[in-house]
């Protein structure tokens, strides 16, 4: 491969994790960053996964073959016009945001459409920053591209190559049809949870015994209210048509069940459980994407003392990460009273094989 240099404005969590896969990929490409936070920006020095750091946009970024921007969506536009002055015509500008739309429209007043391809990586974490990148953060997720109508063929397929060597699975898309995609089956779930929580809240007892028994399905389908609320505001801000317009056919969803719960229509209930489960359960298993999977299990074990121990020397001494391990209190939903959550699949895998040959009982969730 010819040697390649790369720029990144912004290096957090997604722009540090696609420095790292491509240093990984070709320890010859030469990574030049730049980011507000200075702490990261010699990490990433001293890492040496960036080769060049710089205190502002500047003439630094002139002999870049590729320019990631990887800030918050709501910096973009400044960047945009920062680095604008410094690319060479023959440099190809991406960005890594969850809404395409907007990052769009500003290279069209810009005038940047002939060296543009948005990008997507549909992977995260619930930790934020540099400090917490990690190449493999993007192994097995699809990488969406959104490319100009006037983007050249050959950069798109060399741009699709890249991301391949990444360890992504590239995937060319129209960025409308991005938009509409992401908003129905990441922002939507989003604000859904946020809103289930908040009604927990206010419709719960003085006691707060719905927080204290809120277990299984109910931490299941919430946990990704725990996102940044900053990030969220500002995705629910730029993708605001799709976001609104799924969230009206989910209301009005919600309103045919609850005609359908208070008619006390049997067929049309289970219909709705039976066909949700089979669709459900036909999803693909892939180890990233942009509602994150969690690695876990629960496992039956005695009510003794020493059992919770034993299984976790059991572990350490094969060499196991775990991620957490705790006792479900509240059995609703579940099955095997404790929780062991692990890093990676490979590492879930391995723990499953060495319980269930010490003949525990395994109940392995999708």
Same mark, same amino acid.
């Given at each position: 491969?010819?040697?390649?240099?790369?720029?990144?404005?912004?290096?957090?969590?997604?722009?540090?994790?696609?420095?790292?896969?491509?240093?990984?990929?070709?320890?010859?490409?030469?990574?030049?960053?730049?980011?507000i936070?200075?702490?990261?920006?010699?990490?990433?020095?001293?890492d040496?996964?960036?080769? *060049? &750091?710089?205190?502002?946009?500047?003439?630094h +970024?002139?002999?870049?073959?590729?320019?990631?921007?990887? =800030?918050?969506?709501?910096?973009?536009d400044?960047?945009?016009?920062?680095?604008?002055?410094?690319?060479?015509?023959?440099?190809?500008?991406?960005? *890594?945001?969850? *809404?395409?739309?907007?990052?769009h429209?500003?290279?069209?007043?810009?005038?940047?459409?002939?060296?543009?391809?948005? !990008?997507?990586?549909?992977?995260?974490?619930?930790?934020?920053?540099?400090?917490?990148?990690?190449? $493999?953060?993007?192994?097995?997720?699809?990488?969406?591209?959104?490319?100009?109508?006037?983007?050249?063929?050959?950069?798109?397929?060399?741009?699709?190559?890249?991301?391949?060597?990444?360890?992504?699975?590239p995937?060319?898309?129209?960025?409308?049809?991005?938009?509409?995609?992401?908003? =129905?089956?990441?922002?939507?779930?989003?604000?859904?949870?946020a809103?289930?929580?908040?009604?927990?809240?206010?419709?719960?007892?003085?006691? %707060? &015994?719905?927080k204290?028994?809120?277990? %299984? !399905?109910?931490?299941?389908?919430?946990? /990704?209210?725990? @996102?940044?609320? *900053?990030?969220?505001q500002?995705?629910?801000?730029?993708?605001?048509?799709?976001?609104?317009?799924?969230?009206?056919?989910?209301?009005? @969803?919600?309103?045919?069940?609850?005609?359908?719960?208070?008619?006390?229509?049997?067929?049309?209930?289970?219909?709705? +459980?039976?066909?949700?489960?089979?669709?459900?359960?036909?999803?693909?298993?892939?180890? $990233?994407?942009?509602?994150?999977?969690?690695?876990? +299990?629960?496992?039956d074990?005695?009510?003794?003392? %020493?059992?919770?121990?034993? /299984?976790?020397?059991?572990?350490?001494?094969?060499? /196991?990460?775990?991620?957490?391990?705790?006792?479900?209190?509240?059995?609703? $939903?579940?099955?095997?009273?404790?929780?062991?959550?692990?890093?990676?699949?490979? @590492?879930?895998?391995?723990?499953?094989?060495?319980?269930?040959?010490m003949?525990?009982?395994?109940?392995?969730?999708?």
């Open positions: 491969m010819s040697e390649l240099t790369c720029g990144f404005i912004g290096l957090g969590l997604i722009g540090g994790s696609i420095a790292r896969a491509l240093k990984e990929y070709n320890e010859n490409i030469k990574i030049i960053a730049y980011d936070n200075t702490d990261s920006l010699k990490q990433a020095q001293k040496r996964v960036a080769d *060049v &750091i710089t205190d502002s946009i500047d003439d +970024f002139s002999t870049c073959d590729y320019i990631f921007l990887c =800030a918050p969506v709501q910096k973009n400044d960047n945009l016009n920062a680095v604008k002055k410094f690319m060479s015509p023959s440099c190809l500008l991406t960005d *890594v945001g969850s *809404v395409k739309s907007t990052i429209e500003a290279i069209h007043e810009a005038g940047l459409e002939h060296c543009f391809i948005g !990008g997507h990586p549909m992977a995260g974490s619930e930790r934020t920053g540099y400090i917490n990148s990690k190449a $493999s953060l993007l192994e097995n997720a699809y990488y969406i591209l959104t490319p100009t109508e006037s983007v050249p063929g050959n950069r798109l397929e060399e741009y699709r190559e890249l991301v391949t060597h990444m360890n992504a699975i995937l060319i898309l129209d960025y409308r049809k991005h938009d509409y995609v992401t908003a =129905a089956i990441s922002h939507l779930p989003h604000v859904i949870a809103s289930l929580v908040n009604l927990v809240k206010d419709s719960d007892y003085e006691d %707060g &015994i719905m204290l028994i809120a277990a %299984g !399905g109910f931490k299941d389908i919430t946990r /990704i209210a725990s @996102s940044s609320a *900053v990030m969220w500002q995705i629910c801000l730029t993708n605001t048509e799709n976001i609104s317009t799924l969230l009206q056919r989910y209301i009005d @969803s919600l309103c045919s069940i609850k005609a359908k719960l208070d008619s006390s229509n049997a067929e049309a209930l289970y219909e709705l +459980f039976d066909s949700a489960h089979i669709y459900r359960d036909s999803f693909i298993d892939a180890s $990233s994407g942009p509602i994150k999977r969690s690695y876990r +299990f629960n496992v074990i005695d009510d003794k003392t %020493g059992a919770l121990a034993h /299984i976790a020397t059991l572990l350490a001494e094969h060499d /196991i990460s775990i991620k957490n391990i705790g006792i479900t209190h509240n059995r609703e $939903s579940e099955d095997g009273v404790l929780r062991i959550e692990f890093p990676d699949e490979a @590492s879930l895998q391995k723990a499953s094989d060495i319980l269930k040959s003949n525990y009982e395994i109940h392995q969730k999708n």
